[in-house]
């Protein structure tokens, strides 16, 4: 791999990301613009340095490989719970918590040359998070609540 894909990939990832965390900034959630673009980054290069591993570092079994990137999505629980908070008998920032998780898991497709799939994956993601809140308050919302 040259150093033209990788610079491909995390700027890919740097957009893709950015899509996801405008909506959470806009939103004033905890984890707004630069936090999932530095989670999707995170995942680009953990899966780019899996990459390396397995081609120059003599790592020949795919459960290797598979280990690191597994390692990035226990680290991404522990985050996605700092925004996870009960406040006045209600839990909110579960919809932060997924789009970290899920920004982390697009960067490593990025990083592992997955591009439709992650590009599909980030135009679906952001028509849960934009367009799916429209309607869930105007339609979902029970009334009197």
């Known amino acids: 791999m040259n150093n033209w894909t990788i610079l491909i990939r995390l700027m890919l990832t740097i957009v893709l990301s ?74 909110i920032g579960l919809t932060s918590a997924a789009a970290i998780w899920t920004t982390s898991i697009i960067g490593m497709l990025v990083g592992l040359g997955f591009y439709f799939m992650s590009i599909a994956a980030t135009i679906l993601v952001v028509f849960v998070l934009f367009i799916l809140k429209f309607a869930e308050t105007k339609w979902l919302t029970p009334e009197g609540d």
């Open 18 to 91: 950015g899509a996801i965390g405008s909506d959470r900034q806009l939103k004033g959630a905890a984890a707004g613009l630069r936090t999932n673009m530095l989670v999707g980054l995170g995942g680009c290069l953990a899966s780019l340095m899996a990459i390396f591993l397995i081609g120059n570092c003599g790592f020949t079994e795919p459960g290797q490989m598979t280990r690191v990137l597994q390692g990035v999505l226990t680290g991404l629980g522990f985050l996605g719970a700092g925004c996870i908070i009960a406040q006045k008998g209600k839990v």
